[in-house]
């Protein structure tokens, strides 16, 4: 066990995937809070928080039609919607190394802090 122990009352940050049939990331979504530290000094909330959110501004940047992305407390969530075939590729570089950042917090510090599941994506 690591010297910093989980806080009470919290359950992880829980980091959903969806992705479609080629493997390409569609959707993500994080919930929850770390507890790996007090709030303001929590350094894996802080780097999934830091992976997430240049994630979402490079998707703004590179791309012509912007994701849909909703955030709160503890809660953010981002979606390619109407986005051409060319520009979902180019999205790829970028959520794609947001996740393999995201896997390697959670493979320093553990599932305890970070939770990870993969959906399968189906457009409506």
Not at 108 to 124: K, N, V
Request: hydrophobic share 40%; with cysteine.
């Amino acid at each position: 066990m690591s010297k910093h122990s989980k806080r009470k009352g919290t359950d992880g940050i829980r980091f959903l995937v969806w992705a479609d049939d080629q493997g390409r990331i569609r959707k993500f979504e994080l919930s929850g809070h770390a507890g790996f530290a007090e709030e303001g000094h929590d350094i894996v909330c802080a780097g999934v928080s830091a992976l997430s959110i240049a994630a979402i501004n490079g998707l703004e940047h590179f791309l012509s039609t912007a994701p849909k992305v909703q955030e709160a407390d503890g809660y953010l969530t981002c979606q390619l919607v109407g986005i051409m075939e060319q520009e979902l590729e180019k999205a790829q570089w970028i959520l794609q190394t947001m996740k393999l950042g995201i896997e390697q917090i959670q493979t320093t510090y553990g599932q305890d802090y970070i939770f990870i599941d993969r959906r399968r994506w189906t457009p409506c």
